[in-house]
């Protein structure tokens, strides 16, 4: 009786030896797999937003190159019309205010002046209607990074996305398998016209 009780007790000691090693193999693997899934995603989130940052730095140079050539524009602008009023008070302390050809040159130097002066407001509009496009579209884009990173963390996704690799490879497969008949059949029928 003393010898049942013992092999029971060792069988179940064997028995829950053999558990609880399967169960820390289990546990292992998976932390293995998780580690190496959570290593893939900061990765490839680490290259969405290097790609962000380069998209974000490129239109920013954009962005300052516009800046610099409008500084220039202003300040050509600005040189024209110091020119124009100049020319303006030459003329009328020349006495020639009453000739009607100092009169209608004074009349297109303001009307100018004036042109320019809304030339450069619908300018900085523009800029301003552009600045908020981008705004939108960097708002957009890591909307998508985001829905794009929770799309990626689905389990589901994952084996629906590994099915159409596989199936793309099978295909590339069988196209080059064809690619690789394809000629046989030309060489075939040339003998046969020849």
Known sequence: MDLIVYQVLAGLFCV?????????????????????????????????????????????????????????RIQFLEEKLEQYRRKAAGVGMMGLRKNKLSDMLITLLIENESLEEKLFHQNLKLKQERDEFLENELRSISYKRILLSELLTQTEVRREMEKVINDKSKLKRLEMRQKDLEPLVYAEEEEKTA
């Open 16 to 72: 829950s030896a053999i558990f609880a090693t399967s169960y820390f193999m289990g546990y292992r693997t998976n932390l293995r797999k998780y580690q190496s899934k959570s290593a893939n995603d900061r990765e490839e989130m680490l290259t969405i937003e290097r790609a962000l940052k380069t998209f974000w730095d490129s239109e920013k140079e954009k962005l300052e190159t516009e800046k610099r050539t409008l500084q220039q």
